[in-house]
């Protein structure tokens, strides 16, 4: 019986050792990928210094040209945005931004897929084991799922998601620290878009409100202080009901922040052109966005 019980204390320790061990390995492996989407969340952790972010999902990084921001508003500008997240990885993300900068703009696109409505916000977490430590993600990781601070243990667990990039990124990490491109996290589409593909009818009302989703818009608001703050619904092919964003407007109105609403221009409605499908903008809806944009926030500004 005490050879058994030996063999077990024996196998936990080497577990414990190995798991240790391993997560110090994939540590500085990670944080040396200077590529990709992982190349792009070490620059936005370490070394991010512009003047004007852009946080959301997809339709904030392919929306957005910081390169027309910078040139028409003399402010350098980064897009923070990441495909398929939403509010609860802007504030992880702009949490860890503010232990080493303070922007002067925050812009940050509003969906109701990622925004409001309910979903298995776990998913959102990949992103922010490495980070653990870091800004105010316990406290996010304990508010979307409270045994996430016993996983967090072990320090394999908090590499395992970012197995699920590409492996190019993966195996080719040691090329120094990441320099961002002239995009500046800008993912410009090409494709034009073709109506006659288009999917019955996807923008609706549907679906159960997310109250930790339209808690944490309330501490992004908190979070922001110090930057001028703008949300803004971009430019969508179908166009957009008014009940659509309603509980991100009801709170940028009670909390005195601006919401600029594109969703419904004419100049972009039922406009191929401008877009790559349904629900995105191509290059040339981009650029063209970001210009209107320009031109609406260049008053607004307290440039100092």
Same mark, same amino acid.
């Given at each position: 019986?005490?050879? &058994?019980?030996?063999?077990?204390?024996? &196998?936990?320790?080497?577990?414990?050792?190995?798991?240790?061990?391993?997560?110090?390995?994939?540590?500085?492996?990670?944080?040396?990928?200077?590529?990709?989407?992982?190349?792009?969340?070490?620059?936005?952790?370490?070394?991010?210094?512009?003047?004007?972010?852009?946080?959301?999902?997809?339709?904030?990084?392919?929306?957005?040209?910081?390169?027309?921001?910078?040139?028409?508003?003399?402010?350098?500008?980064?897009?923070?945005?990441?495909?398929?997240?939403?509010?609860?990885?802007?504030?992880?993300?702009?949490?860890?931004?503010?232990?080493?900068?303070?922007?002067?703009?925050?812009?940050?696109?509003?969906?109701?897929?990622?925004?409001?409505?309910?979903?298995?916000?776990?998913?959102?977490?990949?992103?922010?084991?490495?980070?653990?430590?870091?800004?105010?993600? #316990?406290?996010?990781?304990?508010?979307?799922?409270?045994?996430?601070?016993?996983?967090?243990?072990?320090?394999?667990?908090?590499?395992?998601?970012?197995?699920?990039?590409?492996?190019?990124?993966?195996?080719?990490?040691?090329?120094?620290?990441?320099?961002?491109?002239?995009?500046?996290?800008?993912?410009?589409?090409?494709?034009?878009?073709?109506?006659?593909?288009? #999917?019955?009818?996807?923008?609706?009302?549907?679906?159960?409100?997310?109250?930790?989703?339209?808690?944490?818009?309330?501490?992004?608001?908190?979070?922001?202080?110090?930057?001028?703050?703008?949300?803004?619904?971009?430019?969508?092919?179908?166009?957009?009901?008014?009940?659509?964003?309603?509980?991100?407007?009801?709170?940028?109105?009670?909390?005195?922040?601006?919401?600029?609403?594109?969703?419904?221009?004419?100049?972009?409605?039922?406009?191929?052109?401008?877009?790559?499908?349904?629900?995105?903008?191509?290059?040339?809806?981009?650029?063209?966005?970001?210009?209107?944009?320009?031109?609406?926030?260049?008053?607004?500004?307290?440039?100092?």
């Amino acid at each position: 019986m005490k050879k &058994f019980i030996f063999k077990i204390i024996l &196998f936990a320790i080497i577990i414990i050792i190995s798991d240790i061990l391993w997560g110090f390995f994939f540590r500085y492996w990670f944080h040396n990928i200077n590529s990709g989407h992982i190349g792009k969340a070490n620059y936005i952790s370490e070394q991010l210094d512009e003047d004007i972010l852009i946080f959301g999902p997809s339709r904030a990084e392919f929306h957005y040209n910081p390169a027309i921001i910078t040139d028409s508003l003399g402010m350098t500008c980064y897009n923070c945005g990441a495909s398929g997240h939403g509010i609860l990885t802007a504030y992880g993300r702009l949490s860890i931004i503010k232990e080493h900068h303070q922007p002067k703009v925050i812009i940050i696109e509003a969906s109701r897929d990622f925004d409001i409505i309910t979903s298995d916000n776990n998913r959102f977490l990949g992103l922010f084991k490495k980070n653990y430590e870091r800004g105010k993600i #316990a406290e996010l990781f304990n508010d979307i799922d409270s045994t996430q601070k016993y996983k967090m243990l072990s320090q394999m667990y908090r590499y395992n998601s970012n197995f699920t990039h590409n492996p190019k990124t993966i195996f080719k990490p040691f090329h120094g620290k990441y320099k961002p491109d002239k995009l500046r996290g800008f993912l410009p589409q090409k494709e034009v878009f073709d109506s006659m593909k288009l #999917a019955p009818s996807h923008m609706n009302s549907d679906g159960e409100i997310d109250s930790l989703k339209l808690r944490y818009i309330e501490k992004f608001i908190d979070l922001s202080k110090g930057a001028q703050l703008f949300f803004v619904s971009s430019p969508i092919w179908y166009g957009m009901s008014p009940e659509h964003l309603a509980p991100i407007k009801d709170i940028c109105k009670r909390r005195n922040v601006p919401f600029l609403d594109f969703s419904n221009d004419p100049k972009y409605v039922h406009n191929n052109a401008f877009f790559k499908d349904g629900k995105h903008l191509n290059d040339k809806g981009a650029d063209e966005f970001t210009k209107d944009l320009v031109r609406v926030l260049r008053p607004m500004l307290k440039l100092r």
